[in-house]
């Protein structure tokens, strides 16, 4: 079983920047895709971003340029990078591991990008 832990979220004015943080209770080097959702209250949970262990990396078209998604396998923690924020990109964001077919999630961190 993978806990998923969210960090970073907070409120920052447009153009600015955030890091998040997705630290995983156990060894993510063999989970093969893990990544990062966004909900906006009421709205359905929708892709923003996705890599796989050997680094491959899939953005959502909305977030493409401005965002940008690693992972330390050492530290067992996967980054979402944010930057030039928009007032639409405001959500909850979460994090996602899939291991052996199941798909873990963490609670979430909310984003807030307003002035």
């Known amino acids: 079983q993978v806990q998923l832990v969210e960090s970073g979220g907070g409120l920052v004015q447009p153009g600015g920047s955030l890091r998040l943080s997705c630290a995983a209770s156990t060894s993510i080097f063999r989970i093969n895709n893990m990544g990062w959702y966004r909900q906006v209250q009421g709205q359905r949970r929708v892709l923003v971003a996705t890599?796989?262990?050997?680094?491959?990396?899939n953005y959502a078209d909305s977030v493409k340029g401005r965002f940008t998604i690693s992972r330390d396998n050492a530290e067992n923690t996967v980054y979402l990078q944010m930057n030039s924020l928009k007032p639409e990109d405001t959500a909850v964001y979460y994090c996602?591991?899939?291991?052996?077919?199941?798909?873990?999630w963490g609670k979430g961190t909310l984003v807030t990008v307003s002035a």
């Open positions: 890599i796989t262990s050997s680094g491959s990396t």
């Open positions: 996602y591991a899939v291991e052996y077919s199941t798909t873990y």
